[in-house]
């Protein structure tokens, strides 16, 4: 049984643990560490070597192995300088097949493991202050608690709650059965899992429905102060196991600021990396915005909370709750039938267009119509307040964003404070495309100087033999920002696995210079 507890200033303090609590904890002592209470003071915990995961394939099939690549690369050398276009685009599409992000490959599923995981036996809690509460007062997110877990078989997890309450009076009518809580919660595990793997989106491990009982300690955490409404847990909720990320992008915006204070001074060259490494970022969003558009998929919840970090500098994209595909499952395109259906996570970062059809609405509409561009005018508005908060815009009279004049020689600066203008333009029909966004961005950083077939291919070339493999000091080293270098490097490959050969030298090449 679980014995109720109290709040004590720290957190929530458990009750007698019960037996076999004590034997899962015995088993895996040195992964119980009461003192991790805020999501992403430490980093994850790693997993045993006999963790009964189960990759799923990512390289692509016919690909070449990386020692074809490197005799392309070989037999093209000499005569790189005088490759015919034709040899290039194919050099470039045969080396693009072999290409795939440096990041730790991910994709894997928990195997055979089916049902519900039960609190005490299969698993316990690793702190009992949920890693979404900074104090017992403040709460990230508005659906769900996030706990640190050590589960017996599959080792140092997160474990989401979705936050499932109820008026008292309501006596739980229907909210605990399995159609409710499908209709209710099943968008944030279903919506990811239906992707292929994509290594800036998160990946669910295991998702069930279970008893609120040994979480209705948490219920203060969840009603707001004055409340004059009986409100409980309902007896049943979704549960969704992940890994833990070290820290957001909210927080790793925080700790860059907190940084560049104590410094107490900034020159051109620092202020370059700062910008650098910001962009990097930027081009990983779009790349899982890219992802997603692909697959017809509206995340609907984009912001700074949404997008966690590794020490790496890699960024994830979680939170699917509010995810929408823009096609039914046989294809068709999805109708918004009323009001109610044209919403988002956050109502004060809609988009021009979701609040204009929602304030509007009087006849069914496309989603499509509504949300093809919606998220990419979220994401400007949100790195353009990073750009903001560290220095790199400011604003005129009427709120518009400009680049500050002494700033204004540092590179890409003003062409990245031009692309987020145009990615938060009003009308959706002006504003620009994810993958135009990407192309720009991407050349701009890593083919900027170049401008012939020979020049693409000779930068292409160099982008995929450079060494990733390299370890490099954690990205929140930011002092010195040392691990911007292998960052680079890492999303350099990720962008030529993302692009098509044809795409990339039309954006670098001028017009009529990349036709055979």
Request: charged share 20%; aromatic share 8%.
């Amino acid at each position: 049984a679980v014995v109720s507890t109290q709040s004590t200033g720290g957190g929530f303090q458990s009750g007698s643990p019960s037996r076999a609590e004590q034997d899962l904890k015995e088993r895996h002592p040195s992964h119980i560490d009461s003192s991790i209470s805020v999501y992403g003071t430490k980093e994850s915990c790693n997993t045993a070597d006999s963790t009964p995961f189960i990759k799923r394939e990512t390289r692509c099939p016919d690909g070449p192995s990386q020692q074809q690549v490197n005799q392309m690369i070989c037999d093209l050398s000499p005569i790189i300088q005088h490759a015919t276009i034709a040899a290039v685009k194919s050099a470039l599409t045969n080396i693009a097949k072999s290409v795939i992000p440096p990041w730790p490959d991910e994709s894997e599923s928990l195997g055979v493991c089916k049902g519900e995981w039960v609190y005490g036996e299969d698993y316990v809690l690793v702190s009992n202050t949920p890693l979404n509460v900074q104090n017992v007062h403040e709460r990230e997110g508005s659906c769900s608690l996030v706990f640190k877990i050590l589960h017996q078989h599959y080792g140092p997890l997160v474990l989401k709650m979705m936050v499932n309450l109820l008026n008292q009076s309501d006596h739980d009518s229907g909210q605990s059965g399995t159609i409710f809580l499908k209709k209710q919660f099943s968008a944030e595990h279903s919506v990811p899992v239906s992707l292929p793997y994509h290594p800036n989106v998160v990946q669910m491990l295991h998702s069930y429905n279970a008893s609120t009982t040994p979480f209705k300690r948490y219920l203060p955490l969840l009603v707001p102060a004055g409340l004059d409404v009986d409100v409980d847990m309902a007896s049943r909720t979704s549960f969704i196991a992940m890994r833990e990320y070290p820290f957001s992008l909210k927080n790793f915006v925080k700790k860059f600021v907190e940084q560049k204070v104590k410094l107490a001074f900034m020159n051109k060259d620092r202020m370059t990396e700062e910008l650098h490494l910001i962009l990097l970022l930027l081009l990983q969003s779009l790349f899982v915005l890219n992802h997603l558009k692909k697959h017809n998929v509206v995340h609907r919840d984009i912001k700074l909370d949404n997008f966690m970090m590794r020490h790496s500098g890699q960024i994830v994209l979680i939170d699917f709750g509010w995810a929408v595909n823009l096609n039914n499952s046989d294809g068709s395109p999805a109708i918004a039938t009323e009001k109610n259906d044209i919403i988002a996570g956050n109502p004060v970062a809609w988009s021009p267009e979701i609040s204009f059809h929602h304030n509007s609405f009087n006849e069914p509409i496309l989603f499509s119509s509504v949300y093809d561009k919606s998220d990419l005018h979220t994401l400007g508005k949100m790195f353009l307040s990073v750009f903001e908060v560290l220095g790199f815009v400011e604003k005129d009279a009427t709120g518009f964003p400009q680049c500050p004049v002494d700033l204004a020689s540092l590179p890409y600066l003003v062409e990245s404070i031009s692309l987020l203008q145009e990615m938060i333009l009003p009308n959706p029909e002006q504003r620009v495309s994810v993958t135009n966004c990407l192309l720009s961005l991407g050349t701009a950083l890593f083919f900027h100087d170049t401008s012939t077939h020979a020049q693409v291919l000779s930068r292409y070339i160099n982008i995929t033999l450079a060494d990733t493999s390299s370890h490099a000091p954690s990205i929140t080293d930011i002092e010195t920002l040392a691990a911007v270098k292998l960052l680079h490097s890492i999303v350099a490959k990720q962008f030529i696995a993302t692009v098509s050969p044809e795409q990339l030298i039309g954006e670098c090449l001028p017009r009529g210079q990349n036709d055979v």
